[in-house]
């Protein structure tokens, strides 16, 4: 029987020498520590000299080992995947797939650097084919600008994961491929994404600085304007670009190419307006797009489109979204810019890696690594020619000076016993060293005639030539960099093509517009924005819906106070505020939702009420303003809908509104937010309807219960076939409420001594009764004297306004009395609503 093994000794706990304290926390910081420079090195990011990621510089360095040039045939992918992770990259093949897929894709890369034969993916996001139908092989430019030096000891090289075969740490780009191509990559605590450049540009911006390295930053700029996208589109020029530029991170502004055409949609059918889309921004998906897009129309947050085709084939990309015949086609664009990815911002961050660290760096900076960093692979290649060149000189003397001698050269070998004797010989008697002897001793029969002779001292004088020129480069750096710059043209004139991104001018305007039109996630801009702000301004929305911020000064030349015929510029105001105190004001729209209006930025960039409202509520018709009130004790909210509901909403709930727009009221189909009032308790509430009927009910919890935010209210006043409810407004026992209709007249009455009280519900009281059938109530609001004019009957059967005096009166308040009525102007709100709805 085999003997049983001796037990081992169990090792003892208590053992220091195998056992060593560590504190969790900091074995978890180095770990992480570890594991997040692996992948910034390692994996992520992008070197500043040849633009390379890893992965990327082991797919190109495989191919030119298998000889895949542009001038051999296409060969699987499946091959290129299969060696690139047998020797350098042992790491999962679908991610080695994916980033050759990418340096093929003519849409992702401006200057691709393989070439493709096969599905490689779409702009419309299709995948591609699996690596075993696709192929590959290098691109002209990859094989001339980036791996035509590797056999001249420019790079270093490095073991690679098994210590079988040598890597080059990077590879000797001739061009700035970081920039050319551009780079985006996510690493742990830090992210890079440079767009591709043209190269023209890029090059003549390099042969600038090599020529002025002091050159200034405005001149920098004119010679690389933007980014030069693959898919063409435009970018906005602005400080987002500038910003990236010089400081390594900004804000580009970018949109697709569209324009408006007329189209045919089918025979006997009316030609139709049409937006056409012939380029998208670059890395948006263009079947996603078109499915946003309908999902956008269908929820009616886009109105006016009647179909969405995409007509794109091999010669180009055409997505044409055909419009309703009642559709203004400049509107529509405008909504498709604002409100899809058609137009988009973007995020540049010029991180890369210099001397193995992540750092951002500027344009200028960018390009001067680069220059360092060709100049130094110029100068290791020019040592490595010129090495080649004085040991090929060498072999070259030692035969000429054994041709001189070649009869004494033929006894000393055939005298010689063997090769070594011989070697020997000749080193002694010809005063040549070993290497040239071998090369004597290795010379064909051939190299003996005169003609061979001949090219042999040819050879020599050449061989001189090129070493003065080599020693010249390495000794005048001059000279090396104008040999860099010859070599910059060179790749230019080969490589360069047109620009395919059109830059305009306006991206300031499109950033403070979008500031404006979305609520910052914090106060910081609107802080900025009103600091910005003269303290004796004032906010000024006037009736057409413009948002100004003006001096008092200003104000008083506009007039804005004063009524103005029709047409005439500017228009009348509906409120007036001062900015010192930071009024909150509140806009309605008809949809039953509230935001907060963010007037701050109307200092720089003045415009209507929907550029200072949240994206959230384009489309929507605001109903009100609202300027919020300091103190809320005893005051509500509260809301009339087009169906007689009226439902109240404690102040407090619209005192802390975020960014967005919030839902006050929960409306059916068809139903839309007609008034929004400030109700104080123990004051009335009057509605009107459109026949000239009116409730005035006390605000109290039992008539107006304050409710929640998705209840519709309760029945407030029934409406009647045909009629509907035109308004609201809270009064007490002194205020006074003008009354307009259709027609034109405008009744001035007192609630309290006119009109009874009533409940929840009542049909109310009939106030006036119009004479012509087809005359309305329209609006009802409360006034004071200051916003009277005088104004005189121009009948006395239908009591109609004269409206070429109420629109030229500026007469001091007064009251004129005829037939029992009084008839008013008012110059902010009555008389604007009256000539827009009449």
């Known amino acids: 029987m085999p003997k049983a093994r001796p037990e081992q000794p169990l090792p003892d706990p208590s053992d220091e020498r195998r056992i060593q304290p560590i504190e969790l926390h900091q074995e978890m910081q180095r770990s992480y520590l570890e594991y997040a420079m ?52 042992p790491h999962g093949d679908q991610a080695v797939y994916d980033a050759l897929v990418r340096l093929v894709q003519t849409f992702a890369s401006r200057n691709p650097l393989l070439d493709g034969h096969g599905n490689f993916g779409s702009v419309d996001d299709d995948p591609p084919a699996a690596m075993r139908y696709t192929e590959t092989r290098l691109a002209p430019i990859a094989n001339e600008a980036m791996l035509d030096e590797i056999g001249s000891d420019t790079v270093d090289f490095a073991n690679n994961f098994d210590g079988s075969q040598q890597e080059p740490t990077v590879l000797p780009a001739q061009l700035p491929f970081l920039l050319l191509n551009g780079c985006t990559g996510i690493a742990v605590g830090m992210a890079t994404n440079i767009p591709p450049h043209n190269l023209g540009e890029v090059v003549d911006a390099l ?41 390594g991170r900004g804000s580009i502004p970018m949109r697709g190419v569209a324009h408006i055409e007329e189209i045919q949609p089918g025979k006997g059918r009316h030609k139709r307006g049409a937006v056409v889309i012939t380029e998208l921004p670059y890395q948006l998906s263009k079947a996603g797009w078109i499915e946003k897009l309908a999902e956008q129309v269908n929820d009616g947050k886009i109105n006016g489109i009647a179909d969405i085709r995409d007509e794109s084939d091999r010669e180009g990309m055409r997505v044409v979204v055909e419009l309703r015949r009642d559709a ?22 010029l991180l890369a890696l210099v001397h193995g660290k992540p750092i951002q760096l500027s344009l200028r900076q960018l390009l001067q690594e680069f220059l360092d960093y060709r100049e130094l692979t110029i100068i290791r290649r020019t040592k490595h020619a010129l090495k080649r060149a004085e040991d090929r000189l060498e072999v070259v003397e030692g035969l000429i000076t054994a041709l001189n001698a070649l009869q004494r050269v033929i006894e000393m070998i055939t005298a010689a016993p063997d090769a070594s004797s011989a070697k020997a010989s000749l080193q002694v008697h010809l005063d040549i060293n070993e290497r040239q002897a071998d090369a004597v001793l290795a010379m064909p029969l051939r190299r003996l005639t005169g003609l061979e002779q001949e090219s042999l001292r040819k050879e020599a004088d050449d061989l001189l030539q090129e070493r003065a020129r080599l020693r010249h480069l390495l000794d005048e750096r001059p000279a090396l960099l104008e040999t860099m710059v010859a070599e910059f043209k060179a790749l230019k004139k080969r490589f360069a093509t047109s620009r395919r991104t059109r830059l305009v001018e306006g991206g300031d305007e499109l950033v403070a517009q979008r500031t404006a039109a979305q609520r910052p996630n914090t106060e910081l801009l609107r802080q900025r924005a009103f600091e910005g702000l003269p303290s004796d301004g004032r906010l000024v929305i006037q009736a057409d819906g413009q948002v100004k911020v003006v001096g008092p000064q200003l104000l008083g030349r506009l007039h804005l106070d004063e009524p103005a015929p029709l047409g005439d510029n500017p228009s009348p105001a509906r409120l007036i505020l001062p900015i010192n105190t930071r009024p909150a004001l509140l806009a309605f729209t008809d949809a039953g939702r509230v935001a907060l209006l963010r007037w701050e930025f109307a200092g720089q960039n003045p415009g209507t009420l929907e550029k200072f ?13 609202l300027p919020l009130p300091e103190e809320a004790d005893g005051k509500s909210v509260g809301l009339l809908s087009s169906d007689g509901r009226f439902k109240r909403l404690p102040l407090a709930d619209f005192q802390d509104l975020s960014g967005r727009a919030t839902s006050v009221l929960k409306l059916k189909e068809g139903v839309n937010l007609k008034r929004v009032v400030l109700c104080q308790d123990g004051q009335d509430l009057v509605v009107g309807s459109s026949t ?40 007490n026992d002194e205020s006074e ?20 009280k009533c409940q929840r519900g009542d049909l109310g009281q009939i106030y006036i009764r119009f004479q012509n059938k087809s005359d309305t109530l329209i609006d009802l609001c409360v006034i004071k004297s200051n916003q009277l004019v005088s104004v005189l009957c121009r009948g006395t059967s239908n009591q109609r306004v004269d409206t070429r005096l109420l629109k030229a009166s500026n007469e001091h308040a007064s009251v004129k009395k005829e037939k029992g009525f009084h008839i008013l102007g008012e110059i902010r709100e009555i008389f604007t609503t009256y000539m827009n709805k009449a």
């Open 737 to 756: 409420l003008v009354l307009g209709s259709k027609q034109g007249t405008l009744v001035l009455i007192n609630p309290a001594l006119e009109l009874r």
């Open 692 to 731: 000239g009927r009116l409730l005035r009910l006390e605000v109290n919890e039992e008539n107006l219960p304050v409710m929640g935010r998705n209840a519709q209210g309760p029945v407030l006043l029934r409406l009647l076939p045909g009629e509907e409810v035109i308004g609201a407004a809270s009064v």
């Open 613 to 625: 409202l949240p994206e959230g509520m384009s489309g929507e018709r605001v109903v009100q303003m």
């Open 38 to 89: 692996s992948v910034i090195v390692g994996r992520a990011l992008p070197d500043a000299r040849d633009g390379l990621k890893p992965v990327q510089r082991r797919i190109l360095f495989a191919m030119h080992e298998l000889g895949l040039t542009p001038d051999r045939p296409y060969r699987k992918c499946a091959r290129v995947v299969g060696d690139v992770l047998g020797k350098y990259h």
């Open 207 to 247: 042969i600038a600085l090599v020529r002025k390295p002091e050159l200034s930053d405005e001149k920098l700029l004119e010679l690389v304007p933007g980014p030069d996208f693959p898919t063409g589109g435009e970018v906005l020029t602005g400080s987002g670009l500038r910003d990236t530029y010089l400081y």
């Open 328 to 349: 203004n086609p400049e509107k529509v664009l405008a909504d498709l810019q604002r409100r899809t990815a058609l137009q988009s911002n973007y995020g540049a961050i």
